[in-house]
């Protein structure tokens, strides 16, 4: 990948992109995974006018394989480079990360009036494993994006 950003549509009114200050690795594994959001019917928020909404994402957290509470642990510490209007995408495998960063996000907006978190994408997929056996294995992927708001 070059210095560029890269976007990916999500819809025709809806945009993501990566940042360049994403390493080639991340930029990698992000596509990949965003690629399966993108397979599946995304679940966005509701309470967002998603008409012409775009991620523009600086951050990424790829917590598959890892263990409750570090998928959440992870999050915390990369939304601390995030500005306002800058996304984080974090993925996981635990199913308790899904309610852990939901409740996190939910508490935040309760609690932190000048720069509110809002959790724009929570959804789940499922991405085939190789195996060497002949039966299937998938693997259940937990995706989140991160909005980091002004409450202005």
Do not use: W
């Not at 199913?95 to 959790?119: E, H, M, V, W, Y």
């Amino acid at each position: 990948m070059s210095a560029d950003r890269q976007s990916i549509i999500v819809r025709a009114s809806q945009a993501i992109s990566l940042s360049a200050t994403l390493s080639d690795a991340e930029q990698q594994k992000a596509n990949h995974l965003l690629g399966l959001l993108l397979a599946e019917d995304t679940a966005v928020n509701s309470d967002i006018d998603t008409r012409h909404l775009t991620f523009d994402i600086k951050r990424f957290v790829d917590g598959r394989g890892l263990a409750c509470p570090m998928p959440l642990l992870k999050t915390k510490v990369a939304l601390r480079d995030v500005a306002i209007g800058e996304s984080l995408y974090v993925v996981a495998t635990d199913a308790n990360s899904q309610t852990d960063i939901t409740a996190f996000c939910r508490q935040n907006q309760q609690t932190n009036t000048a720069n509110p978190l809002i959790l724009v994408v929570n959804s789940v997929t499922q991405q085939q494993l190789s195996a060497s056996s002949s039966a299937q294995r998938f693997d259940t992927i937990y995706h989140f994006i991160i909005t980091k708001t002004d409450s202005n």
